[in-house]
């Protein structure tokens, strides 16, 4: 019997957050305010972070702080910091850094690779803390990351600097074992007792931080020292709370993603937007989105098959299964402590298919009574598109303006086109 499906609208999302226009200024007029040329000798050397994240402006940002440091005569290089991304080699950890328009001419800075690393302390725990041996060696270090909620964990601390300097300075053996650490402790004096230690062993100068708005777009830049690291932090996390894009509805049946990747985010889709946000034995979490069913239709360029997070899902396609770096999946997701992650869910060879039977299984509403709503990916939220029963029987979470109706539409194989962000 053939499904009859619910009408689709087009929405426009309206976001909070300011944007910066100038990145290169504000770089410069953020790290000014810390006087470093009182501590920068020249030529002395100085190593800074590039994480794994799809963050905006990130090559800008780097060459801004590179151009800075040169200025007192000083030798900036980077060092890929993304724990056991990459496949947890050193030329494809460069690799996933290009991918993102990080190279060498465009920071221009060299792009120093390796996974060796070197224990620097202990924490009053008795756990290593482990550096990445080529920053090891700078005389300086500033930790360049983005500050935003974590999709795992809660707390007044979460993704930033000193997540960064945990599993990103850490490399693959850090991320391996502080995830399973987490396993058993909980995550926000754990990453506090691990950052402390390497403030204090580590030759770190400063940090650097980028808060986005709902667009994707940098919103803020913010350097600070060391010992200000954690009160600068909980303050940005705040911010960048406030300003996080989310669905126009708290709640559906059906919820449609047309990519997930690492560069959108550590799982793959942010369940700070689409929820499943995995509650560990040490954390909880409460008033989450929730979705009955997500379907995720396929991986998007820049995670290079690494389909993490595909665990979440409850449907997906054979296109994205047969695009999938199986090794790589597993290698992140067993390295994070949660296996889960790399999960095949159902899988159809069509679209259609997964939302016909999707739709068939929604309890006592028919399919064409069905609240559906569709996203590209969970970074790009301005425009989305939800089925009529989303606007006549759920209160809306954001402000937003309905465009008009749209056609469910196949190709020749049975599938959506990509939703447009225009």
């Not at 296996?339 to 259609?352: K, L, S």
Request: proline share 6%; net charge neutral; hydrophobic share 40%.
């Amino acid at each position: 019997m053939a499904v009859v499906l619910p009408r689709l609208f087009r929405l426009r999302q309206t976001f909070g957050g300011p944007k910066i226009d100038d990145i290169p200024a504000a770089v410069s007029a953020s790290m000014s305010r810390l006087e470093l040329g009182s501590k920068i000798k020249p030529g002395q050397t100085v190593a800074l972070t590039a994480g794994s994240r799809g963050i905006a402006d990130i090559p800008v940002i780097l060459k801004a702080a590179v151009d800075f440091l040169r200025g007192f005569g000083a030798k900036p290089f980077l060092v890929p910091s993304m724990g056991s991304h990459g496949g947890s080699t050193a030329e494809g950890q460069k690799k996933v850094l290009e991918s993102y328009g990080i190279t060498e001419d465009a920071v221009g800075a060299p792009i120093r690779s390796s996974m060796e690393i070197v224990e620097i302390g202990r924490t009053p725990e008795g756990w290593p803390v482990w550096l990445d041996k080529i920053a090891s060696t700078a005389d300086h270090i500033g930790v360049v990351a983005r500050v935003k909620p974590h999709t795992s964990y809660n707390g007044a601390i979460e993704s930033g600097w000193l997540k960064m300097m945990m599993i990103g300075l850490g490399k693959q053996a850090g991320a391996a074992w502080y995830h399973r650490v987490l396993l058993d402790h909980p995550y926000d004096p754990v990453v506090r007792s691990v950052s402390r230690i390497m403030r204090a062993k580590a030759p770190i100068l400063f940090g650097l931080a980028t808060v986005e708005n709902g667009y994707e777009q940098t919103a803020l830049i913010e350097a600070a020292a060391p010992s200000q690291f954690e009160p600068v932090e909980e303050r940005l996390l705040g911010k960048a709370k406030e300003w996080l894009a989310r669905l126009p509805f708290a709640k559906a049946d059906l919820l449609v993603i047309d990519e997930i990747g690492k560069e959108i985010s550590g799982s793959g889709m942010d369940t700070n937007v689409v929820g499943r946000k995995r509650a560990l034995k040490t954390d909880s979490v409460a008033d989450q989105p929730d979705m009955r069913h997500i379907f995720i239709r396929g991986l998007s360029a820049h995670t290079h098959g690494n389909a993490a997070g595909i665990g979440f899902a409850d449907f997906t396609t054979a296109r994205l299964v047969r695009a999938m770096n199986h090794r790589d999946t597993v290698l992140n997701c067993v390295t994070s402590g949660y296996p889960q992650g790399a999960n095949i869910p159902v899988y159809y060879e069509e679209d259609r298919q997964v939302i016909e039977n999707a739709l068939r299984i929604l309890g006592l509403r028919e399919p064409q009574e069905a609240r559906i709503q569709r996203i590209r990916n969970t970074l790009h939220l301005e425009y989305v598109e939800v089925s009529e029963p989303c606007l006549k029987e759920l209160q809306p979470q954001t402000k937003f303006e309905v465009l008009g109706p749209v056609d469910w539409t196949y190709d020749a194989q049975g599938n959506l086109p990509d939703l447009q962000m225009h």
